[in-house]
């Protein structure tokens, strides 16, 4: 495969998610990245939470993560922020070819 994975991250509200969202694509790190309204339930510090998120997923390259991951971190608010990659198993390779041209 291509080395071409996504990338997750729950964020605290819409404006904070666009502007990561924004910077990732064009710093040219991510080829695209989607926002989707999540109800998200956790602990934190010993208390189970629930909290709405947009959830970032940003379709890159694996050899890009570092770069995204400190992108994400210095825009996030949270002090541990979700940085998640999951491998892209198959996809079209004119997709493939789109993403690596984006962000190769």
């Known amino acids: 495969m291509s080395g071409a994975i996504t990338i997750s991250c729950a964020c605290a509200g819409r404006d904070q998610a666009r502007t990561i969202a924004n910077a990732l694509v064009d710093r ?9 309204a999540v109800e998200s339930v956790y602990r934190w510090e010993g208390e189970t939470q629930r909290d709405d998120e ?17 992108c994400i971190r210095e825009l996030h608010s949270y002090a541990v922020p979700e ?22």
Not at 28 to 36: D, E, K, N
Not at 54 to 70: C, E, H, I, M
Not at 88 to 101: K, N, Q, R
């Open 83 to 104: 940085i998640l990659a999951q491998p892209i198993v198959a996809a079209g390779l004119d997709y493939l070819a789109w993403l690596e041209d984006e962000v190769g």
């Open 54 to 70: 947009v959830l970032l997923t940003a379709k890159t390259l694996s050899r890009r993560y570092d770069a995204v991951a400190s």
């Open 28 to 36: 040219r790190l991510a080829a695209c990245v989607q926002l989707s």
